[in-house]
Structure formats: structure tokens, C-alpha cells
């Protein structure tokens, strides 16, 4: 089904430049990535081809700063890519962990390919994306037309710098509300800096499904209850656990490029069944966090960077986030004669100069008849190995899995 643009995706919009500004230590950087596990070498050839085909769609855009004040910062075509890197590796998951870094869109290409061959002969391929770029469903998107010879060309708007300053500032002084008052507050301390540790885990889709409907639940509020239950079961505290849980707000047939989401939460208690998350989600998915009280969003274009991060911090940051990034499409199994044994989709982190408030967060796709988990912990209070991350989720898995 063909994808309908926006007529505004030339612009970067509130939350594209949230995480704009997090490549410059003002906020948490955040990178989404696509991973493919194959039990044979690399099909070098299909993979280069894949590459260009990226270059040539929407990942293929750069940051250009504006002078007019107001004005958004825009969106250029850019067929400036990084070369594949091949490589050796003992471990997958900590090569796949150190492969985010320099994806800053505004100073360089933005998303890089790599991969690496494993001991056991097997090879690992990646995808990063800056987030400010696509959000899971955008780098899904172009990985498949991608894959599938399909150029999808972002289709850039055209109006002016000065249009687009009069559309922002008549926005905020139309919605402009003074801020209600209110009381100092102390500022928390920093707590100390600590590198985040993943675990990766694939297991049977149909009897994660079957669990799911034994126990009152849903295949997603089961997930979500798995990974409430991995953070207690790493040593957090036994109160209630707040949850961000992102929504995917596009409409049907919109454009898939750049980021359309929003984030719903909820909150679970020690005692909640599979059930009782299944209600609290339901509820969790309808109730969107928002932004400071008064003031519209836009009001953020007109802000140097260090204020709006300011205005902006800690935005969706709950104790667990909960992404069910869903069913990836069939294409996404295979890279020419190199078949996927399991994939993995989620966000990392790379060069964190502060510590979120969030402890865990949990990233869930399905590939065939297999779901794959990945967890990302920033818990060091707690967690001090991926085996202990491994361990705990193993345990609050309801099927058997197998560690990547």
C-alpha cells in the first residue's frame, strides 16, 4: 500500500530536535537498531546493494540550520553515507552494543551498516539510525523498501524559512497560557555515570502467544509484565514501577519517515498479575504524558538549545519503557543468500553524559514464528553483567529462551 507523505516533512519537528540536541550531551542520545543474526557469512554483495538503496530514501537526509528566527531547522536530501565496516567479533550483543557512536545527522550521515563474523561462523549484521532520523517504524519502513529495490525518495515541502517563523509564532502567541506558579524545588543529585548492559533473547511466538492467553493477558501486557518483572527481579525496590509505553501516532497510510509517537504510561504494582497489566495498559496506551502546562509546543523552536533541553528534560522517562515495536515485515528475514536466523530491533545509547531515570527498557518484535526480546539496563545499582540480565529475564520468561 502506498505511503502518503505529510506535507511538512521538511521540518524538524519538537521531538525530532529532542533528540537532535541529545548528540550534544543535552539529553539521553538515543540510536535505534536492526539486527540480523545468519549462520553463514555475510552476502557482501546483497548488503552493498542495500546500502545505496538506504542512501537513496529516507534515511538519506541531513540537518541544515536556519537563520530566521522561529523558523525550524530543516530536513535536506544527502547521499553522504558511512562505508560498511566488516569485522570479527567474540561476542555479538557487546559488538552490537558499540556500534551507535557518530550518528550526530546535523554534522554527517546519520544511520550506518555494519557486520561481523562470530567464532561459531556465524555473522552478525547492524543497522543504526540516529532517533532523530526514524523511529522504529520508520527504520522498519525503509529497511523494506530497501530490501524489497523500492526507492521511496522523502518528499520534501518547500516553504520558506519566513513562512515557516510566521507558522510558529503565530501558533505560540495563539496558545500561550502563563505557566502556573510554583515552589522551589531542591535539585537532585547526579548519581554516578554508568554504561548501560544488554541482553538479547529469542523464544517461540506461538508459545509466548498461548501463555499469554492462559493467563488473562495479551502478548503485549504480557511483555510488559515480563519486564516490570525482570526489574524486581534485578534487585528494585518492591513499590510501584512507573511505565512508559510508546504509541505509534500515525494514521493509516501516512508517511512512515521521521518520528510520529507519542508516549502513554502507567503504573504497575509488585503484586500485578499478566490481568491486571493487561487493564492498566489498555488504560496506560489512552494516557499521553504532555508537555509543560501553558505552553504550546512550538514554543521550543524559539529557544536556544540548552533552554529548550532544559524545558524538555527527562521527557518520557518513567522507571521501565515498554516498546512493542510489533510484526517485522517478511522481507526483513533475508539479505540476498544471507538468511536471518533471529532479528532484534531496539534503541541504545551510546556516549551517555547523564544518567535518565529510567532502570530498564524493553524492546519486543516478532520475525516468523519467533519473538525476540532485547533488554537495556542502566541499573549498575543492581545489574553488573549481562549474565545477571540474562539470568533474571530467563527466570521471568514464562517459555524457554535462548540467549543470542
Not at 205 to 227: M, W, Y
Not at 278 to 297: L, N, Q, T, V, Y
Not at 347 to 362: D, V, Y
Request: charged share 20%; proline share 9%; glycine share 8%.
Amino acid at each position: 500500500m502506498p505511503r502518503t507523505p505529510s506535507t511538512d516533512l521538511d521540518r524538524l519537528s519538537v521531538v525530532d530536535e529532542i533528540f537532535l540536541r541529545a548528540h550534544r550531551g543535552l539529553g539521553t542520545p538515543t540510536v535505534m537498531q536492526g539486527l540480523w543474526l545468519t549462520d553463514d557469512p555475510v552476502d557482501r554483495e546483497a548488503l552493498a546493494v542495500v546500502h545505496g538503496q538506504l542512501a537513496r530514501g529516507p534515511l538519506g537526509r541531513q540537518v541544515r540550520r536556519v537563520r530566521v528566527p522561529g523558523a525550524r531547522a530543516r530536513w535536506e536530501s544527502s547521499t553522504q553515507t558511512w562505508p560498511i565496516v566488516y569485522s570479527a567479533a567474540p561476542d555479538p550483543v557487546t559488538w552490537a552494543d558499540a556500534q551507535g557512536g557518530d550518528l550526530d545527522p546535523s554534522r554527517g550521515p546519520g544511520w550506518r551498516i555494519s557486520a561481523c563474523g562470530l567464532p561459531n561462523g556465524s555473522s552478525l549484521i547492524s543497522l543504526v539510525s540516529s532517533h532523530v532520523l526514524a523511529d522504529a517504524r520508520g527504520l522498519i519502513a525503509a529497511v523494506d523498501d530497501a530490501l524489497l529495490g523500492v526507492s521511496q525518495q522523502p518528499l520534501l515541502a518547500a516553504h520558506s524559512d519566513w513562512e515557516d517563523a510566521r507558522q510558529t509564532w503565530r501558533t505560540v502567541f495563539r496558545e500561550f497560557r502563563p505557566r502556573p506558579s510554583r515552589s522551589a524545588s531542591t535539585r537532585t543529585p547526579p548519581r554516578p555515570f554508568a554504561p548501560p548492559i544488554s541482553a538479547i533473547l529469542s523464544f517461540s511466538a506461538p508459545e509466548f502467544d498461548r501463555s499469554a492467553g492462559e493467563s488473562g493477558s495479551t502478548p503485549n501486557s504480557l511483555f510488559v509484565h515480563t519486564v516490570a518483572s525482570v526489574l524486581y527481579a534485578t534487585g528494585f525496590p518492591k513499590r510501584p514501577i512507573d511505565v512508559s509505553l510508546p504509541v505509534d501516532t500515525r494514521a493509516p497510510g501516512a508517511a512512515v519517515i521521521g518520528n510520529a509517537l507519542a508516549m502513554g504510561s502507567t503504573t504497575i504494582e509488585p503484586t500485578d498479575s499478566p490481568t491486571d497489566v493487561r487493564a492498566k495498559c489498555g488504560d496506560g496506551f489512552g494516557h499521553r504524558m504532555s508537555g509543560p502546562k501553558g505552553i504550546p509546543e512550538e514554543f521550543l523552536h524559539l529557544l536556544p538549545d540548552r533552554l529548550a533541553a532544559r524545558a524538555t528534560k527527562g521527557a518520557g522517562e518513567l522507571d521501565i519503557l515498554c516498546s512493542n515495536i510489533g510484526t517485522l515485515p517478511d522481507s526483513l528475514g533475508q539479505v540476498g543468500a544471507s538468511r536471518a536466523r533471529s532479528v532484534a530491533a531496539r534503541a541504545i545509547h551510546p556516549g551517555l553524559t547523564r544518567l535518565p531515570r529510567t532502570r530498564l527498557s524493553g524492546y519486543l518484535c516478532r520475525s516468523g514464528d519467533e519473538y525476540t526480546l532485547s533488554l537495556v539496563s542502566l541499573d549498575r545499582e543492581n545489574v553488573r553483567s549481562r549474565n545477571e540480565l540474562q539470568a533474571a529475564a530467563m527466570d521471568c520468561l514464562p517459555v524457554r529462551a535462548t540467549a543470542w
